[in-house]
């Protein structure tokens, strides 16, 4: 028998992520999503459902506030890119809780979990203490979406991404690039503090890729990308000139 899945996330290109990844697995079946929790409170409260993957910060309700509103509560896997949540989380007795972004080997893990909590083979609560932030270190990776598909995209090639009007344009070390309809703090939520940086309301940089700083521009190869005045001191502070 599937698993009758549902998935809540504000963001339409996370629910693409985990829609992708669950159409990949035979045991789950999608019944709907929703960015809009009070939708998907009244399709829960009246259809069978045995699991949800359920973004913690929506407008409206939190995660965590919907799951206390449901009548007959399935099993929940919580999709966030705040671990902070992480113990709240497991007090609510969530089966999982995923850092995006999620990698399809991390994904696959909370569905073993899934699976085997149908057989009666595990306890239905995840020991909090058992919970780390190592899901962005085991996922060199990301899904944007370009017109009608999710592409995978390995976050080390990423050299530098522009923002054009309501697009932006990930330019790789291949040399190709990715247009995908997005915004710079979505993007940046995804991506590693360590290594990326923003210094133009137009500009992410990877700090990795910089080949010379000249003045108020940085040079990537034969890219030079400016730097504005409201990052420029952040900046400096940040490579040490």
């Known amino acids: 028998m599937k698993i009758k899945t549902v998935i809540i996330d504000d963001e339409p290109l996370a629910i693409d992520v985990i829609k992708n990844y669950c159409d990949t697995v035979d045991d789950i ?7 809009n929790p009070v939708q998907a409170m009244g399709f829960i ?30 099993q929940f896997i919580f999709t966030t890119a705040y671990p902070q949540f992480a113990i709240n989380g497991f007090e609510l007795e969530a089966l999982d809780y995923l850092i995006k972004p999620i990698s399809y080997i991390r994904f696959l893990k909370s569905v073993n979990k899934v699976t085997a909590l149908s057989k009666n083979d595990m306890p239905a609560v995840v020991n909090p203490s058992v919970f780390n932030n190592s899901d962005r270190a085991e996922d060199p990776f990301l899904f944007v979406k370009a017109e009608h598909e999710s592409i995978k995209i390995v976050i080390g090639e990423i050299k530098y991404i522009e923002g054009l009007k309501d697009y932006l344009k990930i330019n790789l070390n291949n040399g190709k690039y990715v247009l995908t309809l997005s915004n710079f703090k979505n993007l940046m939520d995804k ?45 400096f502070e940040r490579i040490k000139i």
């Open 29 to 35: 079946e999608v019944l709907n999503c929703f960015t």
């Open 45 to 74: 409260n009246s259809n069978a459902v045995d699991l949800i993957f359920l973004d913690i910060e929506m407008p409206l309700l939190t995660g965590l506030e919907f799951i206390d509103t449901l009548k007959n509560r399935p």
């Open 191 to 235: 991506l590693p503090e360590k290594t990326f940086m923003r210094v133009h309301n137009s500009y992410i940089v990877n700090l990795n890729y910089i080949n010379s700083v000249q003045r108020n521009r940085i040079v990537i190869d034969a890219s030079r990308i400016p730097i504005s005045e409201s990052y420029k001191k952040l900046f």
